[in-house]
């Protein structure tokens, strides 16, 4: 394919699914006619939201940069390069569906609703956490997780509640292997990468997946690397065939091109919702940035191929579709000055936050009481004050 | 294609739960305990290898599923990981699924799952999402079994903070606490002395429960204390037993809970014989014997009379059956044991 830098495997195959080629101008692959249907309806203004969302993501994760090489955060993970196919598929779930992320998939915690202020605590060493997931208003988008693959079957196993919410809805109480057509109304979408699609929770999940019928949507963001390793040694094929082997419907798009990711996000979570299974979605794409701020990417790839695929920035990809819809100078310029200012506030509103207490350790590692942290939560207490108790003495 | 399973409905019927005292074997015990959870509450759930027409190897959840229906009873794919990841996404969904690993040995698949997740997906979201999911683990030797079929692997999910650890010695407690452990908001390790799934014993379905977490004098007695969980309780009472005819009062604790642990009966128990020796299958070293033996120290140091001794299992691999006599503590090995504390 012209059109993608190749990797030394060919991860190509055959024809990605793509709207917008690198140049921003609407010429869909013969692959993507099949997914036309899907942006009907879909206007200029949510285009300019979906820029307006990778444009702010991108600034924040800039900002988010800058506050770890200040001391500011312990580490930061850029997604920089990977917003296109992130604010596709965001864009293309409904409030009801529920998303379980990896870690880098910041533009689809906005999408949804999440704060970066609060995405941030992670990282600033204030919780494992972050976030409430049981309040609407962070679309039941799920916490990042850390253990690779962990959270595709967590995420698989809540399509299975949605399909056994269904089932109980529906007074049934048998559920045959490879059961369709229960409907569900909701689905999940798992996101993971090309060097976690190795895990073996990875791909039990896609068995479960397959066995249940559940609703879910695995997206894996092929983004060339996993930390220093490429693809070429996860893999010797692209990965949506090996989803087809487990029993899948699968398909490779272009994940720069926020177009075939809503299309293709669309039709699948409907599939889903509708009790059609599940669906895998491979989104090639670049992670332009380091794996993580920690990361000297300069030691393990080309310039060249960082350049390559600079050229086909889904950013700049999507500016160039949006000026030719007509979309103005003005609009541009003033998305960029939002930018900047939330990016600040983030920023601000960080720094102002109060560390976590001590007693944060204990609160919430049971449910119910539990005698040794008790103790030891009390044994604490006592420690610390008995400190503030010289200091009195002393003053 | 072959082997497609037959559709399974939950039976027309009410499903008939235990309503009076009746003498069972501990394994139908839980298997009336699982009824009982499952018929008064919708979102109870079974996962597990086998568990459906089968009944699981050892027949524990004999006939749930054709009383209950597939969709309660979910046979699943032979992977312990998944299985238990799936459990942690339906338990996020509101379900209370119940696993069953096969034999202990192959609870290590899902050992990431359950140690990096399970344990710590409430204390991630801070308290918000509670992770009711009961892990149910066959454990323990004298089956004469092959290779991972024999262990005692409790210690290491002890040392795990977020996970909670019981094993019942005795039907009316298999029946019980595991209703227990269903209801309780935090995820349970649930092993299950399979050496004792024959023994029978009088379950009450109309007697109140004891606490989950609660220990108990098994057996009293004045000049030693043997404390010991699961399928060497039994060893220790024999012991207590055949120690009585020499003269020596026994005391048996029996702990029920392995974490927490609830060391009021025991650190009682020894104020009262001074002298202490843990009963467990398990390795010794770095073991749940080590840390009983280190708090009663801590807390009980000048009522002994002798240091806590411990008798194990060696610091081996479990060993071939053939001599899985020689490496498991029996009455014998307990007895010695208690000679030399009394001579200390
Ligand atoms: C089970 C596990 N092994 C190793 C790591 C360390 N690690 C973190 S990210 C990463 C690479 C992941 O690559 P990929 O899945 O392609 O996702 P990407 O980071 O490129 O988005 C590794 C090895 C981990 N977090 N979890």
């Known amino acids: 394919m012209s059109q993608t830098p190749k990797l030394a495997v060919d991860m190509v195959d055959p024809d990605p699914i793509r709207f917008l080629d690198a140049e921003g101008r609407y010429s869909p692959s013969s692959s993507a006619a099949d997914y036309a249907a899907e942006l009907d309806g879909v206007g200029i203004e949510e285009f300019q939201q979906w820029y307006r969302d990778m444009v702010e993501t991108r600034a924040f994760d800039t900002e988010a940069t800058h506050l770890q090489r200040q001391g500011q955060l312990a580490l930061w993970v850029p997604s920089i390069g990977q917003e296109g196919c992130q604010v596709g598929l965001a864009h293309a779930t409904e409030p009801q569906d529920h998303i379980f992320p990896a870690y880098r998939e910041h533009t689809v915690a906005k999408v949804r609703g999440v704060s970066f202020v609060e995405l941030l605590k992670l990282f600033r060493g204030f919780t494992h956490g972050g976030w409430d997931v049981t309040d609407p208003a962070n679309g039941n988008f799920h916490l990042y997780t850390l253990v690779l693959a962990a959270q595709a079957q967590h995420a698989n196993g809540y399509a299975l509640g949605q399909l056994l919410d269904a089932k109980l809805r529906a007074g049934s109480s048998a559920l045959d292997a490879g059961e369709q057509g229960i409907a569900t109304g909701e689905a999940t979408m798992a996101f993971y990468g090309d060097g976690t699609s190795s895990q073996g929770d990875a791909n039990e999940a896609l068995i479960f997946a397959a066995s249940y019928q559940t609703p879910s949507v695995f997206v894996v963001q092929n983004n060339g690397w996993a930390i220093s390793v490429p693809f070429e040694r996860q893999s010797r094929t692209p990965l949506y065939r090996r989803a087809l082997g487990f029993g899948m419907r699968a398909v490779q798009i272009d994940g720069n091109d926020p177009l075939a990711a809503f299309a293709v996000g669309r039709r ?105 942290i008790e103790e030891q939560r009390t044994w604490l207490e006592r420690y610390e004050s008995s400190f503030e108790a010289d200091e009195e003495i002393t003053a | 294609m072959t082997g497609s399973a037959p559709t399974v409905q939950a039976t027309a019927q009410p499903v008939a739960t235990l309503t009076e005292r009746t003498e069972l074997p501990l394994a139908r015990a839980i298997n009336e305990g699982l009824r ?19 009944g699981g190897v050892f027949r524990v959840t004999d006939k749930l599923q054709a009383d209950f229906g597939s969709a309660r009873v979910l046979d699943t794919p032979l992977a312990e990981a ?192 001074g002298r202490l020796v843990v009963a467990q299958e398990a390795s010794g070293n770095v073991s749940l014997g080590s840390e009983l033996a280190a708090h009663v120290a801590e807390h009980a140091f000048y009522s002994l009379q002798a240091p806590v001794l411990r008798v194990s299992g060696y610091d081996v691999p479990f060993p071939p059956a053939r001599l899985e006599g020689m490496f498991l503590p029996d009455a014998d090995r307990i007895l010695e044991a208690v000679d030399r504390t009394m001579h200390y």
């Open chain 1, 268 to 372: 699948f979570m409907r599939l889903a919702r509708e009790g059609g299974g599940p669906g895998y979605i491979e989104a090639l794409t670049y992670r332009i940035g380091a794996h993580t701020t920690s990361d000297d990417p300069t030691r393990y790839r080309e310039k060249a191929e960082l350049e390559a695929w600079r050229d086909r920035d889904p950013v700049e990809r999507m500016e160039a579709y949006l000026r030719e819809l007509g979309v103005d100078e003005a609009f541009f310029a003033e998305v960029a000055e939002q930018a900047d200012r939330e990016a600040k506030r983030v920023r601000d509103a960080i720094l102002q936050l109060p560390p976590p207490d001590a007693d944060s350790m204990f609160a919430h590692v049971y449910t119910e009481a539990h005698p040794r």
């Open chain 2, 36 to 54: 009982a959870a499952m018929a008064a509450d919708e979102k109870v759930l079974l996962m597990g290898e086998d568990i459906g027409p089968l």
């Open chain 2, 82 to 273: 998944g299985i238990v990841g799936h459990a942690i996404g339906l338990a996020m969904r509101g379900y209370r699924p119940v696993v069953e690993i096969q034999f202990e040995g192959f609870i290590f698949p899902a050992f990431n799952q359950i140690v990096t997740q399970l344990a710590k997906i409430t204390n991630r979201h801070d308290g918000k999402v509670p992770m009711p999911i009961v892990i149910r683990v066959p454990y323990g030797g004298h089956i004469g079994a092959v290779e991972h079929h024999q262990e005692s692997p409790e210690a290491y999910f002890a040392h795990t903070p977020g996970l909670r650890v019981v094993a019942p010695s005795t039907p009316n407690d298999a029946y019980w606490m595991i209703q227990q452990a269903i209801q309780s908001q935090d995820p349970v390790l649930f092993f299950e002395p399979k050496a004792k799934y024959w023994m029978k014993g009088e379950v009450d379905p109309t007697a109140a429960a004891a606490p989950l977490h609660g220990s108990r004098v098994a057996r009293a007695g004045t000049d030693c204390t043997i404390v010991a969980f699961g399928a060497m309780v039994a060893a220790a009472l024999e012991a207590a037993e055949v120690a009585r005819a020499e003269g020596t009062s026994i005391e048996v604790v029996d702990l029920r809970s392995v974490s927490p642990v609830d060391y009021g009966p025991l650190l009682e128990s020894v104020r009262k014989t």
